[in-house]
């Protein structure tokens, strides 16, 4: 049997026991808290906003909500800067999910979750973009589910990651003005995020509604994303 047959999984396992040293060494304690931040990034300038938009592309590909990134996004860098950069970091992460998901665990999941990627491939199939785009503004879901799924679909790639990316803006917007109004005991501003937090899920759920044109992910599936 050809080596090539066992590579995807050794790959997989690998990066598997690298974060597990990571995790038992501590090397990823106190990553993306408020300490850290404070210490490592806030005032550095360009080498701040490059180790937080690393941090936050390694914090999302593994499955920290990217609700966490985006509000300290704006608790570091203020609201217009922390914005991109958290947007930056969120969309490197998303790409990251999705190349492993396709590159390496697409046999395993298919196999496993075969009926619940069908459900995905046949609610983005038709219009990728722009029905990824009513998924992500949806203001409940699992993105790191999401990413894997599509992943491991045969859904295109460029647009998933273009609707993604477009659908992360307005609930990253509201985060990042959370945690710039954090910072500088702006409570108006927090305030504000919940108001556009609730306003842009509302447009999202009606938005998916409307233009899913009868197609249904399923109850299970709608879970996971």
């Keep these: 049997m050809r080596l090539r047959t066992y590579l995807p999984g050794l790959l997989v396992l690998a990066a598997l026991i ?9 090397a ?3 990553l993306l808290s408020h300490e850290w931040i404070d210490r490592e990034v806030r005032g550095r300038g360009p080498m701040g906003a490059l180790l937080f938009v690393a941090a936050g592309a390694l914090a999302t590909a593994l499955a920290v909500p990217r609700n966490v990134v985006s509000f300290l996004g704006g ?3 203020g609201l217009v800067q922390g914005t991109l950069l958290a947007l930056l970091a969120e969309g490197i992460g998303c790409v990251l999910t999705f190349c492993c998901a396709r590159t390496f665990a697409r046999g395993l999941v298919s196999e496993r979750l075969g009926e619940r990627v069908r459900r995905i491939e046949d609610f983005l199939a038709a219009n990728p973009f722009s029905m990824t785009l009513l998924v992500r503004l949806i203001p409940v879901g699992n993105n790191f589910a999401t990413n894997m799924a599509a992943g491991v ?3 295109r790639a460029l647009p998933f990651l273009l609707g993604s990316l477009l659908g992360y803006l ?5 985060f990042a003005l959370a945690g710039s109004g954090l910072d500088t005991g702006a409570y ?3 305030a504000l995020a919940v108001v556009v937090f609730m306003i842009s899920g509302a447009i999202g759920i009606w938005l998916y509604r409307r233009y899913r044109h009868g197609k249904s992910l399923g109850e299970d599936v709608e ?3």
């Design 18 to 26: 690298a974060v597990g040293v990571l995790i038992e060494t501590d």
């Design 28 to 30: 990823l304690s106190g």
């Design 75 to 77: 608790y570091a860098f």
């Design 153 to 155: 679909s045969r859904v």
């Design 170 to 174: 307005p609930k990253t917007f509201v």
């Design 188 to 190: 108006l501003r927090v």
């Design 223 to 225: 879970k996971a994303i």
